[in-house]
T-cell receptor, first 114, second 116 residues
Framework: AQSVTQLGSHVSVSEGALVLLRCNYS??????LFWYVQYPNQGLQLLLK??????LVKGINGFEAEFKKSETSFHLTKPSAHMSDAAEYFC????????????FGGGTRLMVKP | DAGVIQSPRHEVTEMGQEVTLRCKPI?????LFWYRQTMMRGLELLIY????????DSGMPEDRFSAKMPNASFSTLKIQPSEPRDSAVYFC??????????????FGPGTRLTVL
């Protein structure tokens, strides 16, 4: 079975500052990793995903994440935060023996201060 | 494409009443998922279907919850009888199997259920 841990349920940054949201996973087989974003009163939408190949993955809205197998991590970053980035972010994992089922982390709420 | 459609968007009911939530997945998708989101428990997978067949319902909290998918374009999640602790946002998501485990799940806007 796989699991996901997101360190920090709330993260606050100033506009223009670096955004770093942490995600660590546990899986006995190669994982497929995702970051989703949820804006207030909306469903989740995909930011980016890692399947195979290049470990640095770029997504929408200037976000990127790096898969580090040795650290079992898939942290999400953005060089410069914008007010519109305020949302909740979910890391998720699936594997080849998990059907099409995602396991989500607990979420991190990002607040951006002016 | 209209995306995943859920109805109603908001539902307020009284304890003991039956509640039915509806979902129309994206046309052509062969997987459908029901999730529940609360402050206390976060995002929980309740049940998922593949080609209209329930595959894993281990997340369904108890017998008061049931889900059906009578055809590829419609699914329901029913709670009978409802209780205040069922108050949550319920999401439906769909995806298309392509042999790539990096398949994205597309989420609907959710149904916010309040049980008084």
């Amino acid at each position: 079975a796989q699991s996901v841990t997101q360190l920090g349920s709330h993260v606050s940054v100033s506009e223009g500052a670096l955004v770093l949201l942490r995600c660590n996973y546990s899986s006995s087989v190669p994982p497929y990793l995702f970051w989703y974003v949820q804006y207030p009163n909306q469903g989740l939408q995909l930011l980016l995903k890692y399947t195979t190949g290049a470990t640095l993955v770029k997504g929408i809205n200037g976000f990127e994440a790096e898969f580090k197998k040795s650290e079992t991590s898939f942290h999400l970053t953005k060089p410069s935060a914008h007010m519109s980035d305020a949302a909740e972010y979910f890391c998720a994992v699936t594997t080849n023996n998990a059907g099409n089922m995602l396991t989500f982390g607990g979420g991190t709420r990002l607040m951006v201060k002016p | 494409d209209a995306g995943v459609i859920q109805s109603p968007r908001h539902e307020v009911t009284e304890m003991g009443q039956e509640v039915t939530l509806r979902c129309k997945p994206i046309s052509g998708h062969d997987y459908l998922f029901w999730y529940r989101q609360t402050m206390m428990r976060g995002l929980e997978l309740l049940i998922y279907f593949n080609n209209n067949v329930p595959i894993d319902d281990s997340g369904m909290p108890e017998d008061r919850f049931s889900a059906k998918m009578p055809n590829a374009s419609f699914s329901t999640l029913k709670i009978q009888p409802s209780e205040p602790r069922d108050s949550a946002v319920y999401f439906c998501a769909s995806s298309l199997w392509s042999g790539d485990r990096g398949v994205e799940q597309f989420f609907g806007p959710g149904t916010r259920l309040t049980v008084l």
